[in-house]
């Protein structure tokens, strides 16, 4: 017998009332987040992001600044709701985070390299600011998308590339430089034509930074 820890709730989810999901017992999983013990937590969190519905967002966010173990999933959560409130959240998350916790918050959205979260990081870096607060975050987000290593981020990351300043060079030629390394490690033919774009079309460091990805591509 399974130790209930280890429990999967997905397994044992069922349609309550009117066709919703329902934890064990009737409990709905939102209200299983708020459970003391830790492993029930997660499991609920778990189930709400297989569940992907908005109303499970604020759920989700609180879980987040809970243990390790149980913020990882949740974020992961967040991740897989097709919905501006769960991108907003991780946003605000990312904002709040820094260094290790951070790098930590990235690595639980693409764990699974799944291209559903692209729109979500895609969704970050269009309401940030680039060159402003959110600079690190922008960022860690372009590698990111790198790391889902999906098609559908080279879009996101080519129009991120664009960004320009006279007066923040340093900040606009680190975003140029972290996007032309996340299309590389996309690689394909859309990240390959997206470099090449940007190596002929782009402003004088993002001509540089994409001959030297285009190279890096061709090693």
């Known amino acids: 017998m399974r130790d209930e820890r280890g429990a999967d709730p997905g397994l044992r989810a069922r349609r309550g009332d009117g066709g919703r999901v329902q934890a064990p017992g009737d409990h709905p999983p939102g209200a299983l987040t708020e459970d003391p013990r830790w492993f029930v937590q997660r499991n609920a969190a778990l189930l709400l992001g297989r569940i992907a519905e908005a109303d499970a967002v604020p759920c989700c966010s609180r879980c987040c600044a809970r243990a390790t173990r149980v913020a990882r999933v949740a974020v992961s959560a967040l991740g897989a709701i097709p919905d501006a409130a769960a991108a907003r959240a991780i946003h605000t998350i990312l904002r709040a985070a820094t260094g290790e916790v951070r790098a930590a918050v990235i690595d639980a959205l693409v764990a699974d390299r799944d291209a559903r979260v692209v729109p979500m990081l895609a969704r970050i870096i269009g309401e940030s600011e680039p060159l402003g607060q959110d600079h690190e ?83």
Do not use: N, Y
């Open 137 to 219: 975050v922008v960022l860690e987000t372009m590698t990111a998308l790198g790391a889902v290593g999906s098609d559908e981020a080279v879009t996101p990351l080519a129009a991120a590339m664009q960004v320009r300043s006279f007066w923040r060079r340093g900040k606009a030629r680190a975003i140029k430089e972290r996007g032309v390394r996340a299309l590389v490690r996309i690689g394909g033919a859309r990240a390959a034509a997206a470099l090449e774009e940007a190596a002929r079309t782009g402003d004088k460091q993002l001509k540089r930074a994409g001959a030297g990805g285009a190279g890096l591509r061709r090693i």
